[in-house]
């Protein structure tokens, strides 16, 4: 599947690298395509990966992930054009007061940013090193997602499985802020007592 990756930081690189370590083949957005940065990047992408401008990655296939800081999020997704079809996987967290207002948080926010295009939240909860390994011992992180087009959502789940986690389907974009309040309590952990190598999982008897 060919996915576009707008963003190739922390987690649009580590979420690539992923993928295309699973066989999938990835566009990243780039202001410096043939920077060291991106050529280190790309080459540790499995001869699967391109880079480029933010129009061409999204382009690129019918999944556009985005990996962008919030504030440059309106400025950036609204100059594109081609968002039509396309499913949209939102990793970003915004935290502080402006969600308050906001009963979708911020996911729904993209979405009404984006209306020809169907948001999922997912890869927002867990350091993005372990998207290429979700195995903690004998258990798998779980990676909730969440997103109002069931075919949509779906598709991403299936991504999320193909990768090692269990996916855990937390049904419309409702959910959101209680994925992003997961992050809160992830960096709480990683940052406080913890350290990043940690992940969420879900007991069942």
């Not at 990966?49 to 990996?67: E, K, M, R, T, Y």
């Not at 997704?77 to 039509?84: A, I, P, V, Y």
């Not at 970003?92 to 948080?105: E, I, M, Y």
């Not at 020809?116 to 927002?124: E, G, I, L, P």
Request: with cysteine; proline share 4%; charged share 15%.
């Amino acid at each position: 599947m060919k996915i576009g990756i707008i963003g190739a930081g922390t987690v649009g690189g580590h979420l690539g690298r992923a993928l295309t370590a699973i066989g999938h083949d990835v566009f990243f957005s780039s202001r410096e395509p043939q920077s060291e940065k991106m050529q280190s990047l790309l080459a540790q992408c499995h001869g699967r990966a391109n880079a480029g401008s933010w129009q061409q990655a999204l382009d690129f296939g019918p999944i556009v992930a985005v990996a962008l800081r919030w504030e440059v999020l309106p400025t950036v997704l609204t100059s594109l054009t081609g968002w039509e079809g396309k499913i949209v996987i939102d990793t970003t967290n915004r935290f502080g007061g402006s969600d308050a207002s906001h009963p979708g948080g911020s996911s729904a926010d993209l979405a009404a940013m984006l209306p020809q295009a169907q948001v999922v939240k997912a890869f927002n909860s867990i350091g993005a090193e372990r998207y290429l390994d979700p195995q903690f011992g004998n258990q798998r992180a779980i990676m909730p997602y969440c997103g109002d087009d069931p075919q949509a959502r779906q598709t991403v789940g299936q991504l999320i499985d193909q990768l090692g986690f269990e996916a855990l389907d937390m049904g419309g974009l409702s959910a959101a802020p209680m994925l992003q309040s997961l992050a809160q309590f992830w960096i709480a952990l990683a940052y406080g007592s913890q350290g990043r190598d940690i992940a969420f999982a879900l007991l069942r008897r």
